[in-house]
């Protein structure tokens, strides 16, 4: 038996309906072919991956996420956290994947393999393969408190018969918001692996949205929104409220999934003021270069460093299609110019915004309130 999802009530089906109306909106931006869609989509991909590692103690930067997403060598972060985030980004990419694939169903062998690409560098814990042992989990911050003891061993084969069974066939009508939830949910509690359980909970969270195919995952995934300190908290909260000290399948899962809706609430609250501040960015830098006479192609290289992000030469030149001679002749020209300003050296050498980006941020400036809680009024 798993924890089932529970019945929704009007308030959660409000809650669903404006995440569908923001997602909406974001499905017609995307789907007007914007010319900053790829950037958009790794900048939102990398926040998501740098948020589910940040939960298990993995912390980079976004920039250096998307360096490493790109082949890149990570300015701050270690190799042991570089080679944490490199492996869940490959899980990630391959999730992504699967979105359109054919003939597809979940089995555990899928999960199994999904499992090796983010916990591979780790063989002492059987990546790939389900625990032989004991596993629980601790209280945040208490190593010798346990807030969770996993179902034995010798009880994961036939949990993970049944989830995988649920996920080819069960509640196939509930909102992909509340399926994907209780795959996570479940996984989580099963907790067949030795480690790596949390983000391959997400991970599967991410791939059921995938397999809906209603917008890219990058806009689907809450795991930056966990990833914020206060988030994680509450995270695993609620995961010990409704998962109960030892597996309960009997417990109500209502909690879990108002905190889930919360969550994609929210993380679509942001996505949709990203993209619109994105545009009036790409909008208000281009009559600004188009007044010096410079090529709108720069703009990709302008976009990053208007949102303090690190401009690298070798994103720009993939990002405007490029190669590397007259990627790094805009990129020197647009520090002549005062656009950007030259950090670091040699392999160690990016970009930032330079003095002239300061009244183009003035024209775009907006002020970003918090972000609402759709429930804080229940």
């Known amino acids: ?37 790829r950037p958009l989509r790794r900048h939102m991909a990398a926040r998501a991956v740098a948020g589910s590692n940040t ?33 869940y980004q490959q899980a990630m990419t391959y999730i992504q994947s699967l979105s359109d694939a054919p003939h597809f169903t979940y089995d555990e062998g899928l999960l199994n393999g999904i499992h090796f690409m983010i916990q591979g560098r780790h063989l002492d814990k ?27 061993d010798r009880e994961v084969p036939g949990l993970m018969s049944e989830l995988v069974d649920w996920l080819n066939h ?19 509690k099963i907790h067949p692996w030795h480690d790596g359980n949390g983000r391959m909970s997400r991970a599967l969270s991410a791939l059921v949205f995938s397999r809906e195919a209603l917008m890219p995952p990058e806009f689907s ?4 929104w966990l990833g914020y300190p206060d988030h994680t908290y509450a995270y695993y909260d609620v995961l010990k409220e409704v998962g109960g000290p030892v597996w309960s399948p009997q417990r109500d899962t209502h909690p879990w999934i108002r905190f889930c809706l919360r969550a994609h609430h929210e993380q679509a609250q942001y996505a949709q003021r990203l993209i619109e501040t994105q545009a009036k960015a790409w909008v208000a830098l281009g009559r600004a270069i188009a007044a010096e006479g410079r090529d709108e192609r720069v703009l990709f290289a302008l976009q990053p460093a208007f949102f303090n992000q690190r401009v690298r030469r070798s994103l720009y030149q993939e990002d405007a299609e490029l190669s590397e001679q007259p990627a790094s002749r805009d990129i020197r020209m647009l520090c002549e110019a005062g656009w950007l300003a030259q950090r670091g050296r040699a392999r160690g050498t990016y970009y930032v915004a330079g003095p002239k980006m300061s009244p183009v941020r003035s024209e775009v400036a907006a002020d970003v309130g918090p972000l609402t809680n759709p429930y804080a009024a229940s």
């Open 126 to 152: 059987r990546p790939g393969r389900w625990r032989n042992r004991e596993v629980w989990v601790n209280a945040p911050g208490r190593p010798d408190v346990r807030d969770y003891t996993a179902p034995d």
């Open 170 to 188: 069960g509640d196939l009508d509930a909102p992909v918001h509340v399926r994907a939830s209780m795959a996570h949910l479940n996984l989580v």
């Open 221 to 224: 995934s809450i795991e930056e």
């Open 55 to 87: 939960i298990e103690g993995y912390a980079a930067s976004i920039d250096d996420v998307e360096a490493i997403m790109t082949g890149e060598q990570p300015l701050q972060a270690g190799e042991e956290v570089a080679g944490e985030i490199a492996g």
């Open 1 to 37: 038996m798993l924890y089932r999802a529970p019945v929704l009530d009007d308030h959660d089906e409000n809650v669903l309906q404006e995440i569908e109306s923001m997602r909406g909106q974001l499905r017609a931006y995307l789907a007007a072919q914007l010319r900053w869609d």
